[in-house]
């Protein structure tokens, strides 16, 4: 299925803001004058935007009337006759209207002044009162009050509450003292003699700060006009104020004990971080230049992070050493109980991520440290999640991925495993809620119903021992479920990609007992809207199933061909494959023009199969991915007669955009592929962010002499990119990039361009000025940047500033 490289079209690289190779007009020439057209009409017609106007309440969000003694909730919702406002009795159970919505209306025209119909009743900032017989809310700044058995409306004055300034202070949970920040140094106060204010810290400095964040020049400018106010009142009303001879302050990132005796705070030095830049060429009159700190993968100098303790009675603050590995990184650092603040827990993690340790700091013993205990694994990152305590120093819940799936544990306070809570082939991702009284924890799990797509989610009630595990959402669709209070009831929303989404009320055995709302489509069913498929596909090795989602123009005829666009995002973090509904999105409205759009996943691409899935792009960043796309799609194709394998298009975003790039680069694929869009690509990993390429990649210990001739750790990485590849390009390829994206810097799409001219290779060029990563207010021009793309390079219908050439 190789294709010759084009030749280059002369005359036509264009320099605007925008480095242009448009060679698709020789493609169409080439193609002929009878072949199919873009249509344009029907990609319009079905646009997010005219969708939308007639798309409303997918699901219901409820709001508990009184979490302490009801599981009552009310609700909102819209659709083709209006919006509601719903009130459910789950032990009834019933289902009745919060208020007659005519006489709503018929009291708020009345009330306003302005006419209102049932239909359209806009409340905002509803809530009950607490008496629970009326409920407040605001219709165009009025505030008003609906009496909900006497059937009356009145206005009502809300509490005035001052404009308080942004606090810069942390207080301690009895009031009595406070914490703040100034010039990255740390301050102490006691309430009772605040005139006497303790520096605890004096080697602050930028990058190695203790402030939270600095206060500006303009809140420092709102603070001086409140003093100002206040000074003009009656000192009979006035509280004696402290001048403050501290300005310029910051919150620091304390977390006091319930105690208030203690508290701890993190600091993270950033000094020896080098600097990645960035030039905004649209400030006037001279470009400016952004400057931040920012490590990238196997760099010797990260960030360090250290842990302080401040002691009240001795009014002293050190740091503790919790050192373990270099490069170390702490997490959810908490105090294990409430009543005491004897001693501090946290999760330690190694620079790899392959192993952590969750320990305990007895404070009141030297800060002497036990390891409750540890976490490891090889040739894959390690996942956590916090700790999650049954009771006040009681026991608590681990998540771990040990037997090769996500499961929890049951641990005694003391660290000593009492027994696991769920188990399988298949991964407990979150907890939802905890009964501690009750002995049961409610989960949410992915992959462990039969014949169902694994990635659906679905809740589950078990007990903290393990045992009676029960299914409260049955039914094959993902589902997002909700407890209510006093975990008797769920309130299910659930949909497919193919499923309008439909929300009922379930008992806590899972069975249905009220129906609460199905999503409206009538409206863009009408207009010939149609639900896209599903499908599963075996990976090349083929064994392992791969699930995808397909898109078809509404005018589809089967006895036609049509090329074939793979929408992809690699992981290892996610998988660009959806799971609930969307009726309105850019995948189907690029299906409209005349193409076959999907979704495929691929082994490494998602966390919520099994470890030895996700992990299987560990050490193979790049190349990983691509396999699985090119085995599914033609597996597709010997399926339907009418997908084109001869003309194939692939586009994503960031790592989308870093898979598309290789995909026309790297061989066998680069045969396969035809045209590439890649927006905001990582395509020199090297140059990204240290955690995320360090993570999902892999980082190689090795051991090393530092300049104390001492021995140490050292890491290694060196992840493959596209630039690299650059002379095997075939086919049409696209970079498109923001030229202040502080997330994946565009040196990595420089590079692959240089290389690309360098190779003296053809491709298309549009750098977004003044754009981050996602784009922003360009959006939309790069959507139909690349909608004209695939139409010039898969159906050779070219076009020049919006408008459709002849052929």
Known sequence: MARPHPAPAAGILTLLLILFVPFGALEAQERGTDGPRANWAQAE?????????????????????????????????????????????????????????????????????TPTDRQNLDLENVEFTDDLQSIRFEVDDTHLEFHLSNETLVEYEPEEEEDEPREWRVFSPDSTAYVFAREHNLYFVEMDDEQNIIQLSDDGEEYYSFGFREVDDEEEEEEEERRDRDEEQDEDDMEEEVEDPYPHRARPNVTWSEDSQRFYVTRNDSREVEELHLVNSLTEPRPELMSYRYAMPGEENVVQQELHLFDRPTVELRELDVSQWKDQRLFNIHWPREETSESLRLVRRDRPQRTLELIEVRLDEGDAIRVLLTESTENAHLRRQNVRYIDDGGDFLWQSRRTGWSHYYRYDHEGNLRNSVTEGEWNAEAIVALDSIGGEVFIRGVGREEGENPYYSHLYRVGLNGSGMTLMDPGDANHNSQVTPRFRFAVDNHSRVDMAPRSVLRNRNGDEILELEEMDLSRIEAMGWEMPETFVVKAADGVTDIYGNMWKPFDFDPDSTYPIIAHVYPGPQTESVSFGFSAANQRQELAQLGFIVIQIGNRGGSPQRSAAYHSFGYFDLRDYGLADKKAGIEQLAAMNSWIDLDNVGIYGHSGGGFMTAAALLLPPYNQFFTAGASSAGNHDNNVYNQNWSEQHHGLRVETCENENGEEEDCFEIEVPTNHELAENLEGRLLLVHGDMDNNVHHAGTMRLAKALIDADKRFDFMMFPGMAHGFGGYSSYWQRMMFEFFAESLLGDYYRNGAQMPN
């Open 45 to 113: 017609r079905f646009s997010s935007s005219n969708l939308n106007t007639y798309l409303h309440s997918s699901s219901v969000n409820p709001q508990f009337i009184d979490e302490d003694e009801s599981d009552e909730f009310w609700y909102r919702f819209q659709d083709s006759e209006g919006t509601r406002w719903m009130r459910v009795n789950p032990e009834a159970p019933s289902r009745q209207p919060l208020f007659d919505h005519a006489l709503m209306a018929r009291l708020l025209t009345e009330t306003l002044g």
